[in-house]
Structures are given as C-alpha cells and as structure tokens.
T-cell receptor, first 119, second 116 residues
C-alpha cells in the first residue's frame, strides 16, 4: 500500500546529541514537509522540499537540518543547537497543484509521527 | 501572510447531535482546503478535500463546505458518535509558496468530545 513511513516512533536524545528522524514515502510525491507539534498546539513548519535536491526553511528551522537526495526520502536531523526538542514530529507529502485532473488529487498525506524526548 | 483560524477550540456534545466546526482564512488565493482528523498521539488522517472551484464535498456523515470569497469553510458532522471524538484540523493550500510559511497553512484545530 502507498503511504508515508516515519521511524522511529519513539526516540530519546541525550544533551548535546544529534538525532535523525526518518521519513519515507512511496506515493511518488514531489513535495515533502516536516512539522513540529507541541502538546495542545497546532502544527509548526520546520522545513519543506518542493523537489529533489531542494529544500527551504520553515518558520522554526533553527536547530534542525534536512536533506533531500532521493524523491522518496526526507530525513530530519535534530541538532544539539535545538534547545527544546521534546515534541511530536510529523512528516507529510503531496503533489504539486494541477498534477491530477480529478478533484480528489493533491491530498496531503501524513506519517504516524515520531515522539522525541530529551533525557 | 495567510492565517487560518478554527473556532471553537474545543467542543463537547452529547451523542446523536449534529454539529458544525468552523475554519476561516484571511487570503482567498487558495488552491484547495482540506479537513483532517487527529487522534491523540497519532498522525493526521484526511477526511475531505475541497478544490477552490467546488462548494462542498460529502463523505458519509461528513459534509464540508467552502466559501472562498468570504474565507470560510465548515465541517458538518451528522448524528455524532463517541468514536468521532478527536481533534479536527483544517488546512489551506496556497496557490504559491510563501517563504518560511510554505504553502500548506494549518489551523490549530477543534478538539471534539462526543459523550455517550
């Protein structure tokens, strides 16, 4: 089945450590996104990528880094510079507008999320 | 800068009631609007997507409407059930990427509780 897979589901980070969250999609989507969600809060955009080998900073990019070397993969690294990384991280993907003629096209798909906790 | 607002932030209703969730946006230059459901600790599941040229979409007990000119969308849930309890988010897809805001703008959601 097509979809987005995030791993790991739960991750613990020690002070000063970098950790990487994986996001893989087999939907052949061009655009991919990383969001952070804090308890009781909305989604905040960290980074997004419109196409392979290209990505842009979102509203809260500081302390995070990404790469987009393959169309299906968009890993997120939480660096030691991110002072408050404990949160729920969500990855999403979609196709550019106009890709499909049917009205059901351009749906945004999300992974199941990854919980990151600092210990 | 696009802003998406959802009212109310939380809603509690008895089972069987019909209810309406609201979503408003400030910039009408959108490509589409999508409603999602999020269960605690889970990712977002797409419920309905409305293209900018459409007025509404229906799926089962759910009906979503879009008034692009006034910047409003509603999600109507008929005959609510305890299993409908979740947070409902709306998202607008901009016609253009807006720098650090990207092109997908989310509301903060409405937390729905349906009591048996």
């Amino acid at each position: 089945d097509g979809g987005i897979t995030q791993s790991p589901k739960y991750l613990f980070r020690k002070e000063g450590q970098n950790v990487t969250l994986s996001c893989e999609q087999n939907l052949n989507h061009d655009a991919m996104y990383w969001y952070r969600q804090d308890p009781g809060q909305g989604l905040r955009l960290i980074y997004y990528s419109q196409i392979v080998n290209d990505f842009q900073k979102g509203d809260i990019a500081e302390g995070y880094s990404v790469s987009r070397e393959k169309k299906e993969s968009f890993p997120l690294t939480v660096t030691s510079a991110q002072k408050n990384p404990t949160a729920f991280y969500l990855c999403a993907s979609t196709d550019p507008p106009g890709t499909y003629e049917s009205f059901s096209g351009n749906t945004i798909y999300f992974g199941e999320g990854s919980w990151l906790t600092v210990v | 800068k696009q802003e998406v607002t959802q009212i109310p932030a939380a809603l509690s209703v008895p089972e069987g009631e019909n209810l309406v969730l609201n979503c408003s946006f400030t910039d009408s230059a959108i490509y589409n609007l999508q409603w999602f459901r999020q269960d605690p600790g889970k990712g977002l599941t797409s419920l309905l997507l409305i293209q900018s040229s459409q007025r509404e979409q229906t799926s089962g007990r759910l009906n979503a409407s879009l008034d692009k000119s006034s910047g409003r969308s509603t999600l109507y849930i008929a005959a609510s059930q305890p299993g409908d309890s979740a947070t409902y988010l709306c998202a607008v897809r901009q016609e253009n990427y807006g720098g650090s805001q990207g092109n997908l703008i989310f509301g903060k959601g409405t937390k729905l509780s349906v009591k048996p």
